[in-house]
Structures are given as C-alpha cells and as structure tokens.
C-alpha cells in the first residue's frame, strides 16, 4: 500500500519506541537489520525522522536514535507525511491526474469515504501505541525482536 520509504520509516519508528520504552538507544545497523532494510536507506529514513523532530539521536558511544521519555504521541500519520508518503491520502485510487468532486474518476465517492476512513485511523494511532500492542503480544513485526528482558 505504501513504498518503501514509507514501510521502513513506520516500522523503525515502531522499533525505536518499542526499545526506548526501556531508555535504549539505537544504533543505525541495529535498527537497518531488524527492520530488514539497507543500512543506507534506514539513514536517509531516520535523519528525516530527527529532523522533523519525531524522534531523537545523539552522537558517540552511548548515542544512537530514541523517542524521549516524556515524548508527546507520534501518530503514524505524522510519520507517513513526513517521509512524504501522505499522497495515498489524497491522489485518485486510478492515478488520474484530474481527480476531483467536480470533475471525479468513476470510483472516487466510493473510494473517498475508506481513504478518509484510513487517514483519521492513522491520525488517530500513534506509534507509542503500536509498540505497546507488540510488547503486550496483541501483534507483530516480522523480524522485529522485543527486548531480552521483555520477551515471554
């Protein structure tokens, strides 16, 4: 549903907050190789995450990328137009270049109610809450590894 940037963005967010949670800071190989993506990449991924302010880093032997303790919640959505993956949200469901109310693609007023339906569901969760659910066991990343201590 959403590129790559977008997968990866959401899921080391998700990663970060699960380890952060413990006061753990995360190294860029660390995070690349549990999320399954190219180290450069998660890079490129995490600096516009710090740069936005969705998250944090700090430099040297103890640094590494972390949501601060008393971070307000990060929504998935804030994640996902940041990383420039907020188009799904308002292009037409056929690619149409002219997709509008006035002038809409033949399954625009069926397609809108479920896209606007995904956007206040993604705007409505945050990523705080996505790494509870997994630490709970309520669900799951592929490859994406609870802390030692917290595992079952």
Not at 34 to 61: C, D, H, R, W
Request: net charge neutral; proline share 4%; hydrophobic share 35%.
């Amino acid at each position: 549903m959403f590129s790559k940037t977008c997968e990866y963005g959401l899921r080391a967010s998700v990663f970060v907050a699960i380890h952060s949670e413990n006061g753990k800071r995360l190294g860029i190989k660390e995070i690349a190789k549990e999320i399954e993506s190219p180290l450069y990449f998660t890079g490129k991924i995490l600096q516009n995450l710090v740069k936005s302010k969705l998250i944090s880093s700090a430099k040297g032997p103890n640094g590494g990328f972390y949501l601060e303790e008393d971070s307000r919640p990060i929504s998935v959505l804030e994640i996902l137009e940041v990383l420039d993956c907020g188009d799904f949200f308002y292009n037409c469901a056929l690619g149409l270049k002219e997709c509008s109310e006035e002038r809409p693609c033949p399954i625009h007023s069926k397609f809108k109610k479920y896209r606007e339906g995904l956007k206040d569901l993604f705007a409505e969760t945050s990523i705080q809450e996505l790494a509870s659910d997994i630490r709970e066991g309520k669900g799951y990343i592929t490859n994406l590894n609870l802390p030692k201590e917290e595992k079952l």
